[in-house]
């Protein structure tokens, strides 16, 4: 094939095609197809772990500690510029400088519940793996015809000796 020259630059189509090739076999190996499936499983569960903090964990929590709702809970840095600012969203909306700790709290109960269930999947995993019987060694494979004669011919050297 011909060297194309685009905005300047030397493309060989049989390298590019190559690179191709590579690119896809890397791709369609099975460990990189199982990580994507892993990623998009991930990404499920971590939105049910951040409702399941958000809707069922952290009102009972607000509850207890006299109605307070973590979401809005922040330290306003901005206190010259507005006083007294009563909710996250109103001090963001006026572009207030505020510590935002109530979601980072709720984040880190997420982050804590998503590190105990995967540490209960690996452990689950991990004790399967342990109780499963040993794999059987397959049989050894049939000697070869050659193999055969040759031991014919050691068994018939042994016996004139």
Same mark, same amino acid.
């Given at each position: ?12 189509? $049989?390298?590019?095609? !190559?690179? *191709? ?10 460990? %990189? #197809? @199982? ?54 969203? $109103?001090?963001?909306? !006026?572009? *207030? ?10 984040? %880190? #109960? @997420? ?51």
């Amino acid at each position: 094939m011909k060297d194309l020259t685009v905005f300047g630059a030397k493309i060989q189509p $049989e390298k590019e095609l !190559a690179v *191709l090739r590579e690119f896809k076999e890397f791709a369609l190996r099975g460990n %990189v #197809v @199982d990580l994507a499936v892993g990623v998009v499983i991930g990404a499920a569960f971590g939105n049910i772990v951040t409702s399941l903090v958000r809707d069922i964990i952290m009102p009972p929590i607000g509850k207890l500690t006299g109605g307070v709702n973590f979401k809005d809970r922040f330290i306003n840095l901005d206190h010259a510029k507005m006083p007294h600012v009563h909710s996250l969203t $109103e001090a963001q909306n !006026a572009h *207030l400088t505020v510590i935002a700790y109530g979601q980072f709290l709720t984040t %880190v #109960v @997420d982050f804590v519940i998503i590190a105990f269930c995967i540490f209960l999947v690996v452990k689950m995993i991990n004790r399967l793996k342990r109780h499963a019987p040993p794999a059987v060694p397959p049989p050894p494979p049939e000697p070869t015809r050659e193999e055969k004669l040759l031991a014919e011919i050691r068994d018939l050297l042994k016996a004139r000796s």
